[in-house]
């Protein structure tokens, strides 16, 4: 068959032909405890979600190795590098910042890292709904599954991710300095 006759096999070609529109992800609300508000994160909150890490992690837990809350305090400087390619979302509760999550995508998945929510308000759901608006993102990106992980001694978070239906998917024994890891996934 020659080029000329393989077009001539083609449908006619509509220059004015109306493109097919994206799927519409249904949008889900996210409940919150009342008065607290889920956002994107600008580079105002910087130093903010710094000092938010510094309140979680400083003084460390009991046995924690130093690196670790080395890496889990970062400078403003260290966190503005750590936002390439990543969206957070902060919750805040009037003027505070109570909480922060990360959402990174690689090969058609999603990540969450760099999950805090402030000492003084645990306990209140502002853990879940960051990692349900993060969950949420996720989805309305078309990611095929969420993982999160967490040191194994980090035993309220393991409960989170398993309540808001996060499966286990293993242990890297040894991982992050010298501390098990466990990695859970979420198909949203």
């Not at 001539?8 to 508000?37: C, F, Q």
């Not at 260290?78 to 690689?106: D, P």
């Amino acid at each position: 068959m020659t080029p000329s006759s393989i077009s001539d096999k083609l449908p006619e070609r509509r220059e004015n032909a109306t493109p097919t529109p994206e799927p519409v992800v249904e949008t889900r609300p996210i409940p919150t405890p009342a008065g607290v508000v889920i956002d994107r994160v600008s580079h105002e909150d910087i130093p903010e979600i710094c000092a938010l890490y510094k309140r979680v992690w400083e003084p460390p837990p009991a046995g924690m190795p130093i690196e670790f809350v080395k890496s889990a305090v970062p400078t403003p400087l260290e966190f503005t590098s750590r936002m390439e390619g990543v969206t957070y979302f902060v919750a805040r509760e009037g003027k505070h910042l109570r909480g922060v999550v990360g959402t990174a995508f690689s090969e058609g998945n999603c990540r969450l890292v760099d999950i805090a929510v402030d000492v003084d308000a645990r306990r209140r759901g502002i853990g879940k709904a960051l990692v349900l608006t993060a969950v949420d993102w996720a989805r309305k990106n078309r990611a095929n599954a969420v993982w999160v992980d967490a040191l194994t001694r980090f035993t309220e978070a393991k409960a989170l991710f398993h309540h808001l239906g996060f499966t286990s998917a293993g242990v890297l024994h040894r991982h992050r300095w010298n501390e098990d890891v466990q990695f859970f996934e979420k198909i949203p």
